[in-house]
């Protein structure tokens, strides 16, 4: 490996860099700093946990270094797929950049937009963002692009996956022309490499390894369970934690409900673990990989919102609680460990449901995991009580009161058979009249009366109306002629 001071870094960066405790350059950044350095366009192409981030932050941090930038007009623009991918390249930049007048801003959804604000009416030299909070701030009059000089996107095939690349493409309309463009991903599907073709000029295409490998100090594992129950995986997920000397570890989920099944199962059974998915509060995402990062919380429990570009590099261990959708998925959730040359192991539950998948994970790896069975566990005994069942007992009740209405609805729905005014019993004699009796009588009489045959209509001499509550002023309303039906 080369040292940092051969790329042709400057003495404020590379003081900047031998304070993290680096002194060798990984290969993508051997290669991608010296071209960025001399402003031309990369397309970076390398295995996770390579160093990319500091490939592009270092160039940028020197390029950006002379110069001032102007209220709402940024020079450089990085953008992440995710809020914690971004926080980690804002991180990045805050140690690379130290030493020199450059600021930035962090701009994420979840949090408050006025800070954001703020600091770009004082100018910021880069804004590190997530697609859809920048053309938010856009549209809303906050910021210009018109002094972009430096374009970096980050994880370009995670940007594909998640649907950003119509945004991509109006961020990239709204920049200058006449700007640098680097694109660093894992993978580089043919839909990323059209959307290149499109923003690049004459790039350097820099690939370290082949797409969609896996690195080799990472020990893969496999256990195939016999059945599919979800208490059989759990069951077995416990036990490759408790055998394995794990200092800390990431279980991968590919369901944001599975997530928070899986972490309440391992909390319940004594383990230190906590969720973190799409869903939850930015704030305690955030929280969570602190502790995460610092030790205070042994297991993360993620979805594949944590498996692009996070850098924690001291995880021990990934499990694969699900075996991934996609493929290039699988590599970069064992990407988490065995990074910057540590050594790292993964793996993975496989159940019969599982096949097809695992098929298109072995095909893309070109590799056999170890097998690892867990023949102590009679997991066909094991079985989880249907939630289905759990729901219907929950809403038993509901479903009995539900079915009383439904059927007190049918009652007063069905047809009143026609009875005689006969046939209505009459009150008992020693009953006392109420005030509201004649009115009782009036209506019993006029439903009566409305299911009866029809008949000639036979108008009858008004009566006077007589009645304390008017007094002598009765309305003239009242003293209408009144129609009764024989």
Not at 76 to 89: F, G, K, M, S, Y
Not at 98 to 121: E, Y
Not at 369 to 390: G, M, N, T, W
Not at 452 to 467: D, L
Request: charged share 30%; with cysteine; aromatic share 4%.
């Amino acid at each position: 490996m080369t040292e940092f001071s051969k790329l042709g870094l400057s003495p404020t960066t590379l003081q900047a860099v031998a304070d993290t405790g680096y002194t060798t350059a990984t290969p993508i950044q051997e290669q991608a700093i010296p071209v960025a350095l001399a402003g031309r366009d990369v397309l970076g192409i390398a295995q996770t946990g390579t160093g990319k981030t500091a490939a592009f932050t270092l160039p940028m941090v020197d390029r950006l270094a002379s110069g001032r930038a102007r209220a709402r007009m940024p020079r450089a623009v990085v953008l992440a797929p995710t809020r914690e991918l971004a926080d980690q390249v804002a991180e990045s930049f805050a140690k690379y950049a130290k030493g020199t007048r450059l600021n930035w801003v962090l701009l994420i959804g979840g949090v408050s937009m006025g800070d954001q604000v703020a600091a770009l009416n004082k100018g910021v030299d880069v804004l590190i963002a997530t697609p859809g909070r920048l053309l938010d701030l856009f549209d809303r009059g906050k910021m210009l692009l018109t002094g972009v000089e430096m374009m970096v996107v980050d994880e370009a095939d995670r940007m594909l996956d998640m649907g950003f690349i119509p945004d991509i493409e109006r961020i990239f309309k709204l920049t200058p022309p006449r700007r640098q463009t680097l694109f660093f991903s894992a993978t580089m599907p043919p839909e990323i490499t059209r959307l290149t073709q499109q923003f690049l000029k004459d790039p350097t295409r820099i690939e370290v390894a082949r797409p969609a490998t896996t690195a080799d100090t990472i020990t893969q594992h496999i256990t195939r369970l016999p059945t599919s129950d979800p208490k059989a995986k759990r069951t077995a997920l416990r036990a490759l934690v408790e055998r394995g000397e794990v200092q800390n570890g990431i279980v991968f989920c590919n369901r944001k409900s599975e997530v928070d099944i899986v972490a309440k199962s391992l909390q319940v059974h004594g383990f230190n673990a906590a969720p973190i998915h799409g869903d939850l509060d930015q704030s305690l995402r955030m929280k969570t990989l602190s502790d995460f990062r610092s030790g205070e919380l042994k297991l993360l429990v993620a979805s594949d919102v944590a498996a692009r570009g996070l850098d924690i590099p001291a995880v021990s261990h990934v499990f694969n609680y699900d075996v991934p959708h996609h493929a290039d998925d699988y590599v970069h959730r064992i990407g988490r460990t065995g990074r910057a040359g540590r050594l790292g192991e993964a793996f993975m539950i496989v159940t019969p449901a599982d096949d097809k998948s695992l098929d298109k994970v072995l095909k893309l790896i070109k590799k056999e995991p170890v097998e690892l069975p867990l023949d102590d566990i009679d997991f066909a005994s094991i079985k989880d009580r249907p939630r289905d069942d759990s729901r219907s007992s929950r809403g038993r009740g509901r479903g009995e009161r539900s079915e009383r209405s439904r059927s007190r609805k049918s009652l007063e729905a069905a047809p009143v058979e026609a009875v005689e005014v006969s046939e209505i019993p009459a009150a008992p004699e020693t009953s006392t009249p109420q005030a509201d009796e004649a009115p009782r009588r009036s209506r019993s009489r006029k439903k009566s009366e409305d299911r009866a045959p029809a008949a000639q209509t036979v108008s009858k001499p008004a009566e006077t109306v007589r009645g304390s509550a008017f007094g002598d002023d009765v309305p003239a309303f009242l003293r209408r002629p009144v129609v009764f039906a024989d």
